[in-house]
């Protein structure tokens, strides 16, 4: 494979039927809005799949799609580890919406979920907020900001976030029952 990335407007261009797309986001990130077609297989579900991923590369080409690229392109690691083809969307689905492409949406269960990075930012702004609150009857409290500060500054020069990977084992972040057989579906098809 010569490339290991894919543009927005290449994964456009190419014919229906050809290209399987992939997003490996959390299921509520995913809900919130998707690549027309993409199939959830969040990130820690792809080792459950992998047999039905490899059977799928053999039909159509896999783009693995996450927000801004990261986690795809571990994702896309994963799967060459296992012998599995797969390129990743430049830029992820922000790329693709600056780009103005359209994005699908998925119900979930009436509640509308935030994009992982808003709620990492929402956590983090909250755990700052309430940590300087408490320091101000004890100084220990702001320990808690100073605790959230350094995992912000670690997670800008590392490119991981910790915080989007304990938030994502919250029951929203969580694929509904039977979304895995979905995936597993839509990949046999």
């Known amino acids: 494979m010569s490339t290991t990335t894919l543009a927005p407007a290449e994964l456009r261009a190419r014919p229906s039927g050809t290209t399987l797309v992939v997003d490996v986001r959390a299921h509520g990130e995913y809900a919130a809005g998707h690549v027309p077609g993409a199939i959830n297989v969040p990130a820690d579900h792809l080792d459950e799949l992998l047999p039905d991923l490899r059977d799928a590369a053999g039909r159509r080409r896999i783009v693995v799609v996450c927000a ?43 509640r509308n979920v935030w994009a992982m990075d808003r709620q990492v930012r929402f956590a983090a702004g909250s755990l700052v907020l309430l940590g300087l609150t408490i320091g101000r009857r ?18 800008g020069l590392s490119n991981t976030c910790g915080m989007a990977a304990v938030l994502g084992k919250l029951p929203l972040n969580r694929p509904e029952p039977g979304a895995l057989d979905a995936a597993r579906s839509a990949l046999r098809g």
């Open 68 to 110: 801004a690229g990261q986690r795809s392109a571990a994702a896309c690691a994963k799967l060459a580890d296992a012998g599995i083809e797969a390129v990743g969307l430049e830029g992820g689905t922000q790329a693709w919406t600056a780009e103005g492409l359209p994005v699908d949406t998925a119900a979930r269960q009436g």
């Open 138 to 155: 004890s100084p220990r409290g702001r320990l808690l900001a100073a605790g959230v500060a350094s995992g912000l500054v670690y997670s």
